[in-house]
């Protein structure tokens, strides 16, 4: 190739590199104006980019509020959980499926073989459901403690009740959404949940290239939530919680509640059911709160208002006397517990001692009236809720339109009330006739500051009883507990005189009728201690609890009442009183009995009865022979006259003296099985007794009668 064509490439090959670096640095150029103008690369956008790599952000993570009891002591608190994570495959799997499922079991709550289903699973990692999902520090350092390969933790927050299954209907629980953030799901959690709940906070900052801060810090602080202290105290709470929780495993009742109260403030010291659940572990199956949401008939609790009305209004006079067993509305026939006569011609007081429906009947139609009596029950305010600061109250029914209902309303059946609205009115009558409403949050505090965002103070709903009434009521109720022939006399604590009422509540079958069988009753017993100044209110109920043949339905109940109330009163440091006190209130007056032989059987039954005392007439003609003649004996006392054709009488709860003091007047040989007082007779009502003949008796404690099988189940 001459020298010529030789240039001629030359310059052809420096040209066309010329060209293409200038085609270079044109599209430099262009995409440098392109960036510059868009400032966007490969569709992102290069300040976002930039943003990202010098502006720094992290979350702040608010607290929930605590839950208190009144002195202070954590209920509900936040804390940290992990959630454990298994890799299967990757860089560090599971080396053991065998030994990592046998040593996972002693700490989750799975067995080996879950352990393991989950573990042979076909994934890159899997977790371990709910067993897994909340775990604590504590469970966490022992497994890290085991040093298994293959397996991670990540941090969250979960909600921790130190306590476990304690106040748990009250209290409720919160657990952890999809966006982690907790929420009450139950109870008080869930009623304050806007009170409790957090705000998460935020920090900014630039950064340079090795993400280090510079420049000022742009935070929002996190918001923790309000703290809320309940009237609940822990002591008294965990001696309701361990009665109960005894009880509910001896007798597997259908449900069992209790309630403890200051009368004096209306304060709830302490409220539970069962069954119930443990808000760690949510398993829970029963959402209703029984003390406030479950209105059911109530028994002879509620001849408490009964007889404070009567007593309030100057028509209670407990010396008088009524024959008991029976007493009509209409044709419809209102029966004491034990039928027949019930205990014969008996003083109010021996009535309300022994629940005599028959009692309570004439209290309400016949002292009262009807109108006053449905005004008490205004009063008392057992039409309406109670307001109390729980959710779920359920709303009650008292059924007033027929007389047969205003009857069986009085003692106890029929119409239906909650637990709370119980204990409500029953605070008029150890509270000096004031009614207090009942209340559980104390109050709302602002965290770091301490400022008090919302304060309950006690609350007066009415007094339907002057202070004179409500101390005699109490009065009166002592005996039901202190008197041989009361229904209350297994709820008696030494030192601390109480009083109270005991209900036995029939359960309305899905037929409409009362269910049958000795277990098939909501049990019950109200009262308070000590008498004079009640410091506490106390309301348990057992539903249908599978009793032994030696037990009765007041035999779970009082175990609870009285560990309870002796247990609260002395950490309460209430002394006990002085045991002449409680004698002297139960004391009844001595009378000489009259000797009245000879005379008319009639006018001697008539003479008897004027000086206070029950005759027991058991023949016809004249009085032929009498017991007691001349001998002091208490007002109220039994005297037995003999006359012609004597007939056995209806010995139902009878004492082992009276049925002895018959035997010998009778000349008949008694047997005796049992205490307490008589069940069974086996000379029947009316026989004609001979000489010499076998009377054979049963006795047993006294317990609370059932309601009469004729009145009318709730709802008709």
Excluded at 82 to 97: N, Q, R, S, T, V
Excluded at 125 to 139: D, I, M, P, R
Excluded at 231 to 250: C, G, V
Excluded at 320 to 330: E, K, L
Aim: with cysteine.
């Amino acid at each position: 190739m001459n020298t010529q064509a030789r240039k001629f490439h030359m310059n052809t090959g420096a040209g066309c590199l010329a060209a293409i670096f200038c085609l270079l640095f044109f599209i430099l150029v262009v995409r440098f104006l392109y960036i510059q103008i868009g400032k966007e690369a490969y569709g992102q956008s290069l300040e976002a980019l930039a943003a990202a790599k010098h502006n720094q952000e992290g979350s702040i993570t608010g607290v929930r509020g605590k839950i208190y009891d009144q002195h202070g002591e954590v209920l509900a608190q936040d804390a940290s959980s992990y959630k454990l994570i298994a890799m299967l495959k990757g860089d560090e799997p599971i080396k053991d499926k065998e030994e990592t499922a046998e040593k996972l079991a002693t700490v989750l709550s799975l067995r080996k073989e879950e352990i393991l289903d989950y573990l042979n699973k076909p994934l890159y990692q899997v977790e371990f459901g709910s067993a897994a999902n909340n775990l604590t520090a504590e469970q966490k350092e022992q497994i890290e403690s085991m040093k298994l390969q293959g397996l991670l933790f990540t941090e969250g927050k979960t909600r921790v009740y130190p306590n476990g299954d304690f106040a748990s209907y009250v209290i409720g629980y919160a657990k952890a959404e999809e966006n982690k953030k907790l929420k009450g799901q139950f109870g008080l959690e869930q009623a304050l949940d806007k009170e409790l709940q957090a705000e998460n906070g935020k920090v900014a900052y630039k950064g340079d290239s090795r993400g280090l801060a510079y420049g000022k810090e742009d935070v929002i602080p996190a918001k923790n939530g309000n703290d809320v202290y309940l009237t609940l105290d822990q002591r008294i709470q965990s001696f309701l919680e361990e009665a109960m929780n005894k009880a509910a495993k001896q007798y597997e009742p259908s449900m069992l509640l209790g309630i403890v109260a200051d009368p004096k403030t209306g304060k709830i010291l302490a409220m539970s059911s069962k069954p119930s659940y443990d808000p760690n572990k949510r398993n829970i199956s029963y959402f209703l709160n029984d003390p406030v949401s479950y209105a059911y008939e109530p028994g002879s609790t509620m001849k408490i208002f009964t007889l404070a009305a009567a007593v309030n209004e100057g028509v209670y006079n407990g010396q008088a006397f009524y024959q008991s067993g029976r007493y009509y509305v209409g044709k419809t026939p209102i029966r004491d517990h034990n039928g027949g006569d019930g205990w014969g011609s008996i003083t109010f007081d021996e009535g309300v001692q022994r629940s005599s429906n028959v009692a309570f009947a004439i209290l309400a139609q016949n002292s009262l009236g009807f109108d006053k009596y449905n005004q008490y029950l205004h009063k008392f305010h057992l039409y309406e809720k109670t307001g109390i600061d729980l959710p779920g109250e359920a709303k009650n029914t008292i059924l007033f339109d027929k007389d047969i209902q205003k009857i069986t309303t009085a003692f106890g059946q029929g119409s239906t009330v909650t637990p709370i609205q119980q204990i409500q009115a029953a605070t008029a009558i150890a509270n000096n006739g004031k009614m207090m409403k009942p209340y559980v949050i104390d109050k709302i505090v602002e965290p770091g500051t301490n400022k008090v965002l919302r304060q309950t103070t006690p609350e007066e709903v009415g007094q339907p009883i002057t202070a004179e009434s409500a101390l005699k009521v109490r009065q009166l109720l002592e005996t039901v507990v202190t008197s041989p022939k009361g229904t209350g006399t297994l709820y008696k604590i030494d030192g601390y005189p109480v009083a109270g009422k005991t209900g036995t509540a029939q359960i309305p079958g899905k037929d409409g009728k009362y269910m049958s069988g000795r277990e098939n009753y909501i049990f019950s017993f109200l009262g308070m201690a000590p008498v004079e100044k009640p410091e506490l209110l106390v309301y348990v109920a057992i539903k249908q609890p599978k009793l032994k043949d030696t037990e009765f339905g007041a035999t779970p109940l009082s175990d609870i009442f009285k560990s309870v109330t002796k247990n609260s009163l002395q950490y309460l440091q209430i002394k006990p009183s002085q045991v002449k006190d409680v004698k002297k209130l139960a004391q009844r007056e001595n009378v000489r009995v009259p000797g009245v032989q000879g005379q008319a059987m009639e006018a001697a039954k008539l003479l008897l009865e004027k000086e206070g005392l029950r005759p027991i007439v058991l023949g016809k003609d004249k009085v032929v022979s009498q017991s007691s003649a001349g001998r002091d004996v208490l007002k109220g006392d039994k005297v037995f006259l003999l006359g012609t054709e004597n007939k056995m009488p209806n010995m139902g709860g009878w004492s082992i003296r009276d049925v002895m003091s018959l035997g010998d007047l009778l000349g008949v040989q008694v047997k005796i099985s049992g205490s307490g007082y008589v069940t069974e007779q086996s000379i029947a009502e009316g026989t004609v007794v001979q000489n010499g003949a076998v009377l054979e008796v049963k006795l047993a404690p006294p317990i609370e009668p059932q309601a009469t099988e004729e009145a009318p189940p709730a709802g008709t």
